[in-house]
């Protein structure tokens, strides 16, 4: 977990189990109120549910960078698109 220059949270997940599957990422609670994480380079975003986030990793060797903006970053006034391009 990271945060950039511009507020937003920044999480590099990879799982480690060896196996492709489901996973999900329990998220600190100042990123739990966010609603969505979009997933960069990838074009598309998931949702954040009870401070969680869910998704899957196609390979072990599968990652995903995950964009978050808080409800109180300036960001968050205009919301995310997948892919992090902005509406």
Do not use: C, M, W
């Not at 995950?66 to 509406?87: D, F, H, L, W």
């Amino acid at each position: 977990l990271s945060q950039g220059p511009d507020g937003a949270a920044y999480i590099f997940s990879q799982q480690n189990r060896g196996n492709a599957g489901t996973y999900t990422l329990s998220l600190p609670p100042d990123l739990a109120g966010a609603g969505q994480a979009a997933v960069l380079y990838e074009n598309r975003s998931v949702p954040i549910a009870s401070g969680k986030l869910t998704d899957s990793f196609a390979a072990e060797d599968t990652f995903h960078i995950y964009k978050i903006v808080q409800a109180s970053t300036p960001e968050a006034q205009t919301t995310a698109k997948p892919g992090g391009a902005k509406r």
